[in-house]
């Protein structure tokens, strides 16, 4: 094991991260730079597994830039993991906890690679139910219908589909969950009426 390994996990103690925290936290110090490059190394391997995970959707993506991809999500799941030491987080070991961070980040990554040649398909599909296709026209505004058969009906990832409108996830997240209601209701009135 690495000095800098060694002295990291000595540091932050599965059962226990508030040393790890204090340290990376800390004034710069050798020892906290230690524990700064050692947690990025950490989040580098996580980023990297999970690219290479998630590979067969990138296809055309050549190793340099799969790379890169790994080295931002690795920074930006740092700044994340710094930012969330007092977020009052369970006790589960640290090296998981931080890691999460970095699949997430490379996940997004992906999925916006992914995407990014590929219209956004806004229209139903032509196998919707005629039920659904009413209760869309019908229940729902403009808005909300683009949103829900974007997530929904064509599996557009939320983040491809907020950058790409420059809005929020949690934004998205309402409109869907408005739709979702107002579909539940128009189909269940339209159900009691038919019996």
């Known amino acids: 094991m690495p000095q800098r390994a060694r002295l990291l996990a000595a540091q932050c103690r599965p059962d226990d991260a508030r040393p790890c925290d204090a340290l990376l936290r800390g004034p710069r110090t050798p020892a ?22 998630r590979r067969g959707q990138l296809p055309e993506v050549g190793a340099a830039e799969l790379d ?8 930006a799941a740092q700044r994340a993991v710094l930012r969330g030491l007092d977020s009052g987080r369970d006790t589960r070991r640290f090296s998981t906890w931080a890691s999460k961070y970095a699949l997430i980040e490379a996940g997004v990554a992906a999925q916006r690679r992914a995407w990014r040649d590929r219209k956004l398909v806004l229209d139903e599909r032509p196998d919707t139910p005629v039920d659904l296709h ?3 026209r019908c229940a729902l505004t403009d808005h909300e219908r683009q949103v829900f058969v974007a997530l929904m009906l064509n599996e557009v990832p939320i983040d491809v589909l907020a950058e790409r409108w420059s ?6 997240y309402q409109s869907l969950h408005n739709a979702r209601g107002k579909l539940r209701t128009w189909l269940a009135n339209a159900a009691s009426t038919r019996s």
């Not at 906290?32 to 995970?53: G, I, Q, T, V």
């Not at 890169?68 to 920074?75: L, R």
């Not at 809005?167 to 998205?172: I, M, Q, V």
Request: net charge positive.
């Open 68 to 75: 890169q991809f790994a080295v931002q999500a690795a920074d």
């Open 32 to 53: 906290r730079e230690d524990a700064l490059n050692e947690l990025h190394a950490l989040l580098l391997r996580a980023a990297r597994f999970e690219l290479s995970r």
């Open 134 to 136: 009413r209760a869309l």
């Open 167 to 172: 809005t929020t996830r949690g934004a998205l």
